[in-house]
């Protein structure tokens, strides 16, 4: 896939059970690891949460486990650092993280320089608390240059938009996030929510629910991505109108 960017970009963006097994068996048994999904033979759809890890990271990871769902973090530096107990779990439990910045300053108005510090600082505060560096790069407010796409080449790391948003952050309604989000829900599609919004929290028992029930698996932005071929410092999705 090409990355020429030649303007800037700006997006406003089941249960098993065993039979027959003996108790003692079934305890000491390992537990199996699930197989990864293929999202070109399943229907898949990615959450991610921008922003965090926010206030009520923990009862959404909650849920998330609950109804055995994956999703990526775009975490921001500062709150990685202040609240690592929560990007230690989201690693945990099988969520991925990507980067969105340290304190969410819009890059395409920053010297590469600074562009840089901000990333790094996160990788750094991510890999303290939880022994991992993101692979994924969110720029605050989707918004990117060719400066940007080739900082985010030196980092190794692919742009990751969105192909819909939940607008939560504008409603803070937990029906109104509810009902565009299932909106503008499609296969492999990546959903932009935060988890600082305690409405979008509130809503998600019934959104993952409803998710599932139309037949979609939950999983991380990796996984919808897979086949696609990204590079470092490539754009994903790229907004209507332009060309690969």
Known sequence: MSRQLTSLLTIAAACVTLASVPAQAAATKPAEKPAP????????????????????AGTLLSTL??????????????YAKSRPQYVKRMVAEGHELGNHSYSHPDFTKLEPGAIRNEIQKTQDAVKKAAGV???LLRPPYGLADLQVSDIADE????????????????????????????????????????????QTVDAMPSIVKSLQAKGYH??????????EGLEAGDVFPLPAGWEN
């Open 155 to 198: 980092f190794g790391m692919p742009i990751i938009l969105w192909t819909g948003g939940s607008e939560d952050w504008a409603s803070k309604n937990v029906e109104a996030i509810k009902k565009k989000t299932l909106e503008v829900a499609k296969p492999n599609g990546i959903i932009l929510m935060h988890d600082w919004v305690k």
């Open 133 to 135: 560096e993101p692979k």
């Open 65 to 78: 486990k609950k109804y055995d769902a994956k999703a990526t973090f775009f975490l921001e530096g500062q």
């Open 218 to 227: 939950l999983v991380t932005v990796s996984d919808v991505i897979k086949g």
């Open 37 to 56: 999904v293929d999202c070109s033979q399943v229907k898949c759809i990615a959450l991610t949460f921008d922003d965090g890890p926010g206030k009520y």
